[in-house]
Every structure is written in C-alpha cells, then in structure tokens.
C-alpha cells in the first residue's frame, strides 16, 4: 500500500480528503493489476524482442561506381580548391 503521507511530501503538494481516498483506490487498482502479473505462469515461455511482426527490411550493400571529385564539381556556380562555395548563413 502506498503511503500517501511519503507522497505527499516527496511531491510538495498537500492532497484534500477527496484527493487522499481517488488516489488509494488510483494506487490499490494498479497495485491488485500487478499482482495479477506477478502470479502469471511465464515459464516456458520465449522472451520477445518486439511485439510487432514485421522484419526489418534491409537492402544489399553493393558497392556503386564512385564518381569523381572533379566530375562533381563540373556543374557547381563556385568552387574553391576541389570544394563547392556555398552563401555564408551565419554571420
């Protein structure tokens, strides 16, 4: 059972009546729930990784033709030392 004293003084907060007793029954609800967990039989059953069953998708890795620095370039507005030249954003 959870002390609503400890909660109260851990959260700053001051709970009226009407506050203390919805959350007892807030706190005994979810507290009878995982009790209702702890009592189920998981033995033989396999851990899951993920609960959906779609499998991720990956494409091959196939190397690709490389193309040139100088063939990038070729169609670039400005360029400096094998670089494109881009308007400066900060000042």
Same mark, same amino acid.
């Not at 003084?9 to 729930?33: H, P, Q, R, V």
């Not at 059953?45 to 990038?72: A, F, Q």
């Given at each position: 059972m959870?002390?609503?004293?400890?909660?109260?003084?851990?959260?700053?907060?001051?709970?009226?009546?009407?506050?203390?007793?919805?959350?007892?029954e807030?706190?005994?609800f979810?507290?009878?729930?995982?009790?209702? @967990? *702890? +009592?189920?039989?998981?033995? $033989?059953?396999?851990?899951? &990784?993920?609960?959906?069953? /779609?499998?991720?998708?990956?494409?091959?890795?196939?190397?690709?033709?490389?193309?040139?620095?100088?063939?990038? @370039? *070729? +169609?670039?507005?400005?360029? $400096?030392?094998?670089?494109? &030249?881009?308007?400066?954003? /900060?000042?």
């Amino acid at each position: 059972m959870v002390n609503l004293k400890i909660l109260e003084s851990l959260s700053k907060i001051n709970l009226t009546d009407d506050e203390k007793n919805k959350a007892s029954e807030f706190f005994e609800f979810w507290t009878e729930k995982f009790d209702m @967990l *702890e +009592n189920i039989d998981t033995e $033989n059953i396999e851990p899951l &990784v993920t609960v959906s069953p /779609l499998v991720n998708v990956m494409r091959e890795d196939i190397s690709n033709k490389m193309v040139s620095r100088e063939k990038l @370039l *070729e +169609n670039a507005p400005e360029q $400096n030392d094998g670089y494109f &030249v881009v308007p400066r954003i /900060l000042e």
